[in-house]
């Protein structure tokens, strides 16, 4: 017997559910490397489902806001090279004196800076920047933004951001964010952003702007 748990956690409920799937199976042993989820996800909020078996921490995924995604047992090996596969790009950095607070460690206004220059260094990568969307005759505002610090990032430190794009077939722009310490790679902070589509009038647009569209199409997202 297998024991699966899966936690969810949701804009609409204010407390974490938690699913319980017993799998009787006498391959169970070779069921354990596996993840078996059918979830729907909340619209509009990042959810993040853990699946694990009784005595084995297994993995968190992050599932994708905004676009119903299944899985079905699928080999943790491969759940992973999800991640690496997705558009990315990475900004190195240096912890300024400027962007910390009187205990040497950053101020927590300066994350949404961090995550400002990652974006621009994905635009840059990909084509995506801001100006190629104004010229487009859109703009492109946060409407969401989310931290969670992991560990202390401190004055000179050397850290590395990475960006990941998050394929949605929404009007929007969907990034996670990772901020790692550059010597071992530790994470100290994780992030989440949502970007909406206004046109010039600053009227909200509810379909995906034909550039847009283009753009995805051309680097395959969808």
Request: net charge neutral; with cysteine; glycine share 2%.
């Amino acid at each position: 017997m297998m024991l699966l748990s899966a936690t969810s956690s949701t804009q609409n409920l204010n407390h974490p559910r938690t699913l319980l799937l017993k799998i009787p199976s006498p391959n169970c042993d070779r069921l354990s490397h596996l993840l078996l989820a059918t979830l729907p996800l909340t619209p509009y909020y990042p959810t993040t489902y853990s699946l694990l078996p009784y005595y084995l921490l297994l993995t968190t995924l992050p599932l994708t806001p905004y676009y119903p995604t299944t899985y079905s047992l699928l080999p943790y090996h491969l759940l992973l090279k999800k991640k690496q596969m997705s558009l990315q790009a990475s900004k190195e950095i240096e912890i300024r004196f400027s962007e910390v607070d009187s205990m040497n460690v950053v101020w927590h206004g300066s994350y949404a800076l961090y995550f400002e220059d990652a974006r621009e260094a994905f635009g840059a990568k990909y084509g995506l920047e801001y100006l190629t969307i104004a010229d487009n005759g859109y703009y492109a505002p946060l409407v969401e933004l989310t931290f969670k610090y992991r560990q202390p990032i401190v004055y000179g430190m050397k850290c590395r951001i990475d960006i990941f794009y998050v394929p949605t077939e929404a009007a929007k722009i969907v990034f996670d964010y990772e901020i790692r310490r550059s010597e071992d790679n530790a994470l100290m902070a994780t992030g989440h952003s949502v970007q909406a589509f206004m046109n010039k009038q600053y009227q909200l647009e509810w379909y995906r702007p034909p550039f847009y569209q283009e753009w995805q199409e051309r680097w395959k997202v969808l």
